[in-house]
């Protein structure tokens, strides 16, 4: 074969040596300006921490109990300490919401933990729990195996669901998926279905028209999200990534995950004592069957059955901290005597038993701090298993952990109560717990930056008794939500049917109000417009209109609740309320309405209350939140891990800034976030 001999290159002259020689010189120059050689590592792992009802006030003011988690992230890290949330409805949905997408309700559409919309059949309204979405596996009615009608307090409660109707038999609780109808009845009482399957079953049973019903029962997703979340976000634009969340809570773990199937998500189980998912999540994937493993693995283990054996039945406090002599002269102390304001559930003063909680011994762990440090478990869990890998695969993922036990806690036994101090303190344990694997999982190769970002999804209401103690004032005080047949008080929508009622010249019976939920109120106007009878109204026979409804409302609510309610604010009239800014400088409720807004969920009125009002389902215990003051808006917002530097920032942020501050870190978009990023 014949080839070419190969030639020996030619010399290059002068000219063109220097001529390469600095069109070289450039291009390094170029390379070394668009990627420095002190160029930071990836980002391994972020972790959102949501720790519920902590206001940032309580946890600086205990700074001194703390040497774990808590400690070193008030020491380490950016700790933002002017963080407000924006919205009306300060509640655990909204909350976490906020925190996952960026944006306050009227975005993201969750507005409070339930509201009332129009029911997809066309019949009436509907009360709808916030991660509730249709079960389309399932059909309406079938199998019809369990139905029971039972009569309580001019009420007839229709079941489907043996296991719910016996927990309302025992705790009066009749769960998130019922549905109310007003006057329905045979004897024009109030129906109270269970479920979907219940409507079913009792239209067959009384011979009543088929209702075009959805798919029987729901599930626990994100459906009702309006828009994206963080983690949404980053498995579009890196979709080898996972995001995995874990909660107390459905809504805690659910909000911070985000809208995809794809997402790895589990919560307690109060009844079981396990931990569950829902099949709005694909649990058959590679990382979904890895974590479905691991968790199922865990609750045989570790939880369900196992936690006699682990926790006892019995809560008790922790001892004061090491080598501290005098911790009641030393260190800030909760309030004391709170007894008479206490749930007594679980019983008054340490210990505290575990299995007197009405719903049974794993619900009594739901109630106390030992929920945190089993969910503590399961997160290191997590992050320690092979086969998830989290961290350890050269893209980034997400972990989010929302820890409920402060919530409850506080709930039960006030803010100010030695067993929500003592709640934190065992929480500062696990997180301390979480932070170590953390700096073990930032030092592995390949060489990557772990993040942290802490914050909560609301404050916590003083006791109303307690300020007015304090105070020697009597302002303040308890708005009943509670429409238990067991309970002995009416309830706020009681009483404002009733005034209505009478104001509007409606039958007694009649019942304008359709639903109250937080600081929201919802009209039946599906059932507008009704028909007077005589009184001071004129003759019989008139008839009255949602628009007349509007005209009467506020001066009936100001008759009745003038010491506990600011201002009633009717979304009719939204574009006259006032302006977002006050003359003093501050924000005016209505700033707070708007951003809680949402047309079709937000029903027909805002209340505003005055300061340290609660709507509450016990008129004589316990603590709350929902309002726009202090004590429910502001929060820790606390960023660790390089970049964030120790530091204590004064400047006005809010919660809806962790989201777009972790974005930027990972290099993701989040287009419908209203907060700023706090990244130094």
């Not at 906020?98 to 559409?109: F, I, M, N, Y």
């Not at 994206?228 to 579009?236: A, F, H, S, V, W």
């Amino acid at each position: 074969m014949f080839t070419h001999p190969i030639s020996a290159p030619r010399p290059l002259s002068s000219r063109l040596c220097r001529t390469w020689i600095a069109s070289l010189a450039l291009l390094f120059s170029a390379v070394a300006e668009a990627a420095p050689a002190n160029a930071p590592p990836p980002v391994k792992l972020v972790g959102v921490v949501s720790v519920d009802g902590l206001g940032w006030p309580r946890l600086a003011g205990y700074r001194e109990w703390f040497d774990g988690g808590f400690a070193r992230l008030l020491a380490e890290g950016q700790v933002e300490t002017s963080c407000r949330y924006q919205h009306l409805n300060t509640e655990t949905g909204p909350g976490h919401a906020s925190l996952g997408t960026g944006a306050p309700p009227r975005v993201h559409g969750i507005v409070a933990n339930r509201w009332f919309e129009a029911n997809p059949n066309g019949q009436g309204l509907r009360r709808l729990y916030c991660t509730d979405q249709p079960d389309v596996s399932r059909v309406p009615g079938q199998p019809p195996l369990f139905f029971r009608e039972i009569e309580s307090d001019g009420r007839l409660f229709v079941f489907a669901r043996k296991k719910t109707m016996e927990l309302w038999q025992l705790s009066g609780e009749i769960g998130n998926a019922s549905t109310t109808r007003i006057g329905e009845g045979p004897k024009g009482e109030t129906l109270v279905f269970d479920s979907d399957d219940a409507i079913t079953l009792y239209n067959l049973h009384h011979g009543r028209a088929e209702e075009p019903v959805l798919p029987s029962g729901t599930v626990a997703g994100s459906a009702n999200l309006r828009i994206p979340t963080l983690g949404d976000r980053l498995i579009e634009a890196s979709p080898s990534s996972r995001v995995v969340a874990l909660s107390g809570k459905d809504r805690g773990a659910i909000f911070l995950a985000g809208k995809s199937p794809r997402h790895l998500v589990y919560w307690y189980d109060r009844d079981s004592g396990r931990f569950v998912s829902s099949s709005a999540y694909d649990t058959d994937g590679i990382a979904g069957s890895a974590l479905r493993d691991l968790v199922k693995g865990f609750n045989t283990t570790q939880a369900g059955a196992q936690l006699v054996r682990r926790f006892g039945t019995l809560w008790k406090p922790l001892p004061p901290p090491a080598g501290m002599k005098n911790p009641e002269t030393e260190l800030p102390q909760p309030t004391p005597n709170l007894a008479r304001y206490q749930v007594p559930d679980l019983g008054i003063g340490f210990d505290h038993d575990l299995s007197g909680d009405p719903r049974g011994y794993t619900s009594g762990i739901y109630g106390s701090p030992l929920q945190d440090q089993l969910l503590a478990d399961l997160a290191l869990a997590t992050l320690a298993d092979p086969g998830l890998k989290l961290g350890r695969r050269g893209v980034p993922d997400l972990l989010a952990l929302s820890f409920s036990a402060h919530d409850v806690v506080s709930h039960n036994f006030g803010n100010e109560s030695a067993e929500e101090l003592d709640t934190l303190r065992r929480l500062d344990r696990q997180l301390g717990r979480l932070l170590t694997a953390l700096d073990e999982l930032a030092g592995e190769a390949p060489a990557g930056r772990v993040v942290l970002a802490l914050s909560a999804d609301h404050g916590f209401a003083p006791l109303p008794e307690v300020v007015r103690f304090e105070g020697r004032n009597r302002t303040g005080g308890r708005l009943m939500s509670d429409e238990a047949p067991e309970s002995s008080f009416p309830s706020l929508r009681e009483r404002l049917n009733r005034a209505l009622s009478e104001a509007l010249c409606l039958a007694s019976t009649s019942q304008p109000i359709y639903g109250v939920e937080g600081w929201s109120v919802a009209y039946d106007r599906p059932a507008f417009p009704k028909t007077s009878i005589e009184g001071p109204c004129g003759p019989a026979g008139r008839p009255v209109t949602v628009e007349n409804l509007d005209q009467v409302f506020p001066r009936v609510v100001h008759q009745l609740f003038s010491e506990e309610i600011e201002d009633v604010l009717l979304t009719s009239q939204r574009s006259s309320w006032p302006a977002d800014d006050s003359d003093e400088g501050g924000k005016t409720p209505a700033f707070f309405a708007r951003n809680d807004f949402d047309a079709e969920r937000s029903g027909d009125a805002f209340l505003i209350p005055k300061p340290n009002v609660l709507m509450h389902w016990d008129p004589e215990r316990g603590s709350g939140h929902g309002s726009q003051y202090d004590y429910d808006t502001q929060v820790p917002l606390i960023f660790w891990g390089a970049p964030f530097r120790a530091s204590e920032r004064t400047e006005p942020s809010a919660p809806y800034d962790l989201a777009p501050t972790l974005a930027e870190l990972l290099g993701v978009a989040l287009p419908d976030a209203t907060g700023r990023s706090l990244l130094p």
